[in-house]
């Protein structure tokens, strides 16, 4: 699975930013695909994540309410609807892959995701 991450950029503080991540391959629809970012000298963050049937979703709690994981299994496409950016939002944004072919599950560690795109950058001023 090769992933393409698109939808970074510059926004003021209160403004939103949608993230695309496109998935190459067979096995999308059945991976939990995840999000996370990494903000400049900080390690890398769980963002969101959401399992193959789009029934469940997890979010860390600083993003809770203002940013919507959400797949398109047609587009091969996971999305992240960033609202109410804060300036602590900026970071790249990877988007991931976690093949899961036998349990429609949720990842929320770095360590259980397979395929990695490049990350996105996401720059919120104040």
């Known amino acids: 699975v090769q992933l393409q991450a698109s939808g970074g950029g510059l926004v003021q503080a209160g403004g939103s930013l949608r993230l695309s991540c496109a998935a190459s391959?067979?096995?999308?629809?059945?991976?939990?695909m995840g999000w996370f970012r990494q903000a400049p000298g900080k390690e890398r963050e769980f963002v969101a994540t959401?399992?193959?049937?789009?029934?469940?979703?997890y979010y860390v709690d600083s993003v809770k309410g203002r940013f919507t994981i959400s797949r398109d299994n047609a587009k091969n496409t996971v999305y992240l609807q960033m609202n109410s950016l804060e300036p602590e939002d900026t970071a790249a944004y990877y988007c991931a892959a976690a093949n899961s072919p036998r349990g429609d599950h949720y990842y929320i560690r770095g360590g259980d995701y397979d395929y990695w795109g490049q990350g996105t950058l996401v720059t919120v001023s104040s």
């Open positions: 391959g067979r096995t999308f629809s059945t991976s939990a």
């Open positions: 959401i399992n193959r049937s789009s029934t469940i979703t």
